[in-house]
């Protein structure tokens, strides 16, 4: 088993940046891609990025492209998602996942998930 867990997320203001931190712990030997997830309200859990675990092949989701930035530190064990240009409509509990598989964007491709982290962005 791998085990997830995000950290920072936080209130902005819309146009600010935030990181979000992934790190990865157990078996991670196992793990081929990693990717972020996110849920708002009253919505369906929306695919963000993702990543190999080898740190190549990033693909996003159009609704964030060139504004988010997925990348990976092999050293920490961890995955990054930097946030630029934020928007209300980005406002979202955002989930890490990592997949043992040639996974994309589905979140049942996934089978590992952290608890997740709030992001709230203010107009």
């Known amino acids: 088993q791998a085990q997830l867990v995000e950290s920072g997320g936080g209130l902005v203001q819309a146009g600010d940046s935030l990181r979000l931190s992934c790190a990865a712990s157990?078996?991670?030997?196992?793990?081929?891609?990693m990717a972020w997830f996110r849920q708002a309200p009253g919505k369906e859990r929306e695919f963000v990025a993702r990543i190999r675990w080898s740190g190549y092949s990033p693909y996003y989701a159009d609704s964030v492209k060139g504004r988010f930035t997925i990348s990976r530190d092999s050293a920490k064990n961890t995955v990054y998602l930097q946030m630029n240009s934020l928007k209300p409509e980005d406002t979202a509990v955002y989930y890490c996942?990592?997949?043992?598989?040639?996974?994309?964007?589905?979140?049942?491709?996934?089978?590992?998930w952290g608890p997740g982290t709030q992001v709230t962005v203010s107009s």
């Open positions: 157990g078996r991670t030997f196992n793990i081929y891609a």
């Open positions: 996942a990592a997949s043992e598989i040639a996974a994309m964007r589905a979140p049942d491709e996934y089978h590992y």
